[in-house]
């Protein structure tokens, strides 16, 4: 059996052993790691063994792992039931939730749709612009994730192997995102006009048939990825320019991740249409996607579900708004961002290999190259610090073509991130040319 790091212990071997039988290949497992229990910022694998947690479970535990008010919201609502089928009848918990969440959202948001993750939050986005345009095509990114069903697969081009085989695709144009680190442009400003350009000659060429355009506030599985300041809100004049609908994927970057409750507020713009999932169901699997209803006007039977509004998913969807509320949460992503910015720039300078540190609130992306000259990514060495890290027991992901993806719960104290960043340092030590 081949292993991805280290061989691990006989009883994960094991599992993983049986799991290489029966669950699709198509899973891309980063560790040879075997989840047994989670809590806070902490996850144990099989064999006892503790991790400090810098991935959050692809940034879904935002309120730390296992938390006690989601607990007891689950509990309390399965024994009254799990599924009411809320496509086909009317329940209030689903109602509740959504009513809380509009109090986190610009008031213009005020219309939502229930799914269950957040590639099905993207296509109902997708879907209600084309509905409410009744026009076909779609403006997307370089670099972009937004998920692997059919539609949000035509919005996605980060990595090769999720488009191979699939095409044809949906209507969509993709045009440049602003990845300054590996732009070739003199200035923040020149990379900005340049992707407006494109935009723009893309908006030209199908003008008046384009129903939106789909964007990252902060690109996640492409590389943590942070536009200048004003690209966002350029762009939405280009698209009230040419009536197109400006929709925001806030999958990763929503519920506190970047410091705000949206990152869209980052960059001080009002999309038409959001995306959220991840973090929203406190650990349950869920999708939610707003709009204003004046834009959400799709008729009855034009898209549903089964699963929406399930209210295990509802009940710890409210409980986890309110920890996020009551804890302050933006405040502490705000803050121990900071300080583990200001750790990584620091680090930036004593190593060779670390190219480009970037990132808002606890969305934080380090970039290994072989060199600081030449920039070239260094995808092995990235490999062999994450396997190093894990093995001194903190787990990370990573992201783009070698960017090693911070994001923790956002319940994460000044303790633990110095402790985590000691032992990203010693992988980056210790792993040789």
């Known amino acids: 059996m081949k292993f991805i790091c280290h061989p691990p212990s006989s009883q994960s071997r094991k599992i993983i052993a ?44 935002n309120i730390g792992h296992a938390h006690p008010a989601v607990i007891h919201a689950i509990k309390k609502q399965i024994e009254k039931g799990s599924h009411a089928a809320f496509g086909d009848f009317y329940a209030e918990l689903p109602v509740r939730f ?40 779609f403006i997307a990114f370089e670099h972009a994730f937004h998920g692997r069903t059919m539609g949000s697969l035509s919005l996605t081009k980060s990595k090769p192997s999720h488009r191979e085989r699939y095409d044809p695709f949906l209507p969509v144009v993709h045009v440049p995102f602003p990845y300054v680190y590996r732009m070739p442009f003199s200035s923040e400003d020149e990379c900005v006009q340049y992707c407006l350009n494109k935009i723009e000659i893309a908006m030209k060429k ?18 943590y990825i942070v ?76 898209h549903s579900n089964t699963f929406g509004g399930n209210l295990i998913a509802c009940a710890a969807g409210l409980a986890s708004l309110d920890v996020m509320r009551k804890q302050k949460l ?34 934080i992306g380090v970039e290994i190259v072989k060199d600081k000259h030449s920039k070239l990514a260094d995808e092995e060495r990235m490999q062999h610090i994450l396997c190093h890290a894990a093995a001194e027991g903190l787990l990370l992901l990573g992201a ?27 992988a980056i030590k210790t792993v040789k040319p």
């Open 330 to 363: 933006g405040e502490n992503a705000k803050k121990q961002g900071k300080l583990m910015l200001k750790i990584l720039q620091e680090m930036q300078e004593r190593h060779e290999y670390i190219g480009d540190v970037r990132g808002r609130g606890l969305m």
């Open 98 to 137: 959504v009513e809380k969440l509009l109090t986190f959202v610009p008031p213009h948001l005020n219309n939502a749709f229930l799914s269950n993750s957040g590639t099905e939050a993207v296509e109902a986005a997708y879907k209600c612009a084309r509905w409410h345009t009744n026009k076909k095509w």
């Open 400 to 426: 783009g073509q070698s960017v090693i993806r911070i994001c923790p719960p956002l319940t994460l104290n000044r303790e633990q991130v110095v402790n985590g960043l000691v032992i990203l340092e010693d």
């Open 18 to 61: 049986r799991d290489s039988k029966v669950i699709s290949s198509s899973y891309s497992r980063e560790f040879d790691f075997v989840f047994d229990h989670a809590k806070g910022c902490h996850i144990w694998d099989v064999d006892g063994k503790k991790y400090l947690d810098f991935a959050a479970g692809i940034a879904v535990a």
């Open 206 to 223: 199908h003008h008046g048939d384009i129903a939106g355009l789909m964007v990252e506030p902060i690109q996640g599985e492409g590389g």
């Open 227 to 302: 536009p200048p300041d004003n690209f966002h809100r350029e762009v939405k004049k280009l698209c009230e320019r040419y009536n197109v609908l400006y929709c925001a994927d806030e999958v990763q970057s929503g519920c506190f991740r970047t410091g705000t409750f949206l990152a869209s507020e980052q960059f001080n713009v009002k999309p038409d249409l959001i995306s959220l999932s991840k973090a929203i169901g406190g650990g349950i699997p869920m999708g939610v996607t707003l709009a204003n209803k004046k834009t959400m006007d799709w008729i009855p039977g034009s």
